[in-house]
């Protein structure tokens, strides 16, 4: 993607300063690309969902906060596989699995690398982003510092936000009357407030598993709501209990689907997020229907504005390769290297994508879940791209045993070390990690 020194620089706006934001700004401003950025971070660093932070609500400037991130987090998949393009881990080389603080430094360590702070407009909130004159972007930016508003141009845009900081509330029976605290995951950093308390957890995700142990820790009793058969196998503390789905709440406890009923002092919904754009102008063209972002081609382009790229949204699969991979495919398409199909072939393409996942029993909560679709949906990508090889099999092969290790020893998993040999074979050493 030479550029020819003819013509100029194509400029690109870069929405979040996270793992996609900060890939997206390192290939945007390679030499040679073609292109280079403005990069708009509403907090104060990079890092985006792995920065920690005891503030909850909003924050000084009134925003809602963005992290959703817990004091005791670690990741549930091997750092090995948790590596932007052109940068290994050189830390913690004795374990696989690591703190939040520890990724965040990685982030930090990339961004330093690759010298792209100089890159990035912190504290700058985006007020809104619409298309202009044909191909043209119109970002509108308010830089919270200063109290000041700006309006930029550009020639592409590339949202990198994140998907865990608009979190999802469930509507129970009941939840009107309901005088019990409730709080959402979003807002949970430690285990304090559960002190001597009976507490119910809603949701059997990574996120409530973990935070079960955690508060496990302080609470006198947890109930862990679900409906999974794989997490009722674990090994739990004793102060835990299973429940299955919550049938309603009262005044002072939550009776469940089995009839049974517990009086509580907390609930934690541990019940997920949604996709959030509120400053997408409507002229954008794209809509959140039940999880669902469309309309995206290959799950990351604006079919009705092709210049704009979502990155991220796919879950279930192996992240940091994908948020590159998916900027790579935006920037050939950008410089012409990448043809697409016309606009009506790009929307029965995910029509179709649509209608077989939900042939498949998937809900319409569930389409941008890819597991064990990953690998056919990377080399769809793969396959349309100038000069790009199938996504290395060794990185499937890890997450996938990672998961299966997760499901079967959650206590245990994260002592697990993994080692990548070549880019179909890996090792693991089962409890490496003191």
């Keep these: 993607m030479a550029q020819n020194e003819r013509f100029p620089l194509k400029h690109v706006a870069v929405i979040g300063g996270g793992a996609g934001g900060l890939t997206a700004t390192k290939r945007l401003t390679e030499p040679g690309s073609g292109f280079t950025c403005t990069t708009f971070e509403q907090t104060d660093n990079v890092g985006g969902t792995w920065v920690y932070t005891e503030q909850t609500g909003r924050d000084q400037y009134g925003l809602p906060v963005h992290s959703s991130m817990y004091k005791s987090l670690k990741t549930n998949l091997p750092k090995e596989i948790m590596e932007l393009s052109g940068y290994h881990h050189k830390r913690h080389a004795d374990k696989s699995y690591i703190a939040a603080n520890d990724v965040l430094q990685y982030l930090n360590d990339f961004a330093d690398n690759f010298e792209l702070k100089k890159y990035i407009k912190f504290r700058h909130h985006v007020n809104y982003v619409k298309p202009i004159d044909g191909d043209k972007w119109e970002v509108q930016v308010r830089d919270l510092v200063n109290q000041k508003t700006d309006t ?46 009976r507490a119910v957890v809603v949701g059997s995700g990574p996120s409530g598993l973990d935070i079960t142990h955690d508060i496990s820790t302080k609470a006198t009793t947890v109930f862990l709501s679900h409906h999974s058969e794989r997490v009722n196998s674990l090994r739990w503390p ?46 954008c063209g794209i809509k959140v229907i039940n999880k669902n972002v469309q309309p995206l081609y290959k799950h990351t382009i604006n079919i009705n504005h092709p210049t704009m790229a979502i990155i991220g949204i796919p879950r279930d699969t192996v992240g940091f390769y994908m948020f590159d991979l998916q900027v790579r495919f935006f920037l050939q398409i950008m410089s012409g290297d990448v043809t697409l199909p016309s606009k009506g072939e790009m929307f029965v393409h995910t029509e179709e994508d649509i209608k077989a ?14 597991g064990q679709r990953s690998e056919k949906f990377l080399n769809s990508i793969t396959s349309m791209m100038r000069n790009e090889d199938p996504v290395p099999p060794v990185l499937l092969k890890i997450y996938f045993e990672s998961f299966a290790r997760c499901c079967e020893d959650f206590t245990e998993f994260r002592k697990d070390k993994y080692k990548i040999v070549n880019e179909k074979v890996f090792v693991r050493e089962p409890g490496a990690a003191k």
Aim: overall charge negative; some cysteine; charged content about 20%.
């Design 152 to 197: 930029y141009t550009f020639d592409g845009v590339i949202i990198c936000i994140g998907n865990y900081s608009n979190p999802v509330y469930p509507n129970f029976k009941g939840k009107d009357i309901c005088k019990i605290p409730i709080m959402h995951s979003h807002d949970y950093r430690m285990p304090d407030a559960f002190a001597n308390k």
């Design 357 to 370: 996942r939900l042939k498949e029993g998937q809900n319409l909560n569930a389409l941008h879940i890819m």
């Design 238 to 283: 004793r102060n835990v209990v299973m429940k299955p789905d919550i049938a309603e709440l009262t005044e002072t406890g939550v009776r469940f689907q089995d009839g049974s009923f517990e009086e509580v002092d907390m609930i934690l919904y541990c019940t997920g997020y949604t996709y959030h754009y509120p400053f997408l102008h409507e002229t």
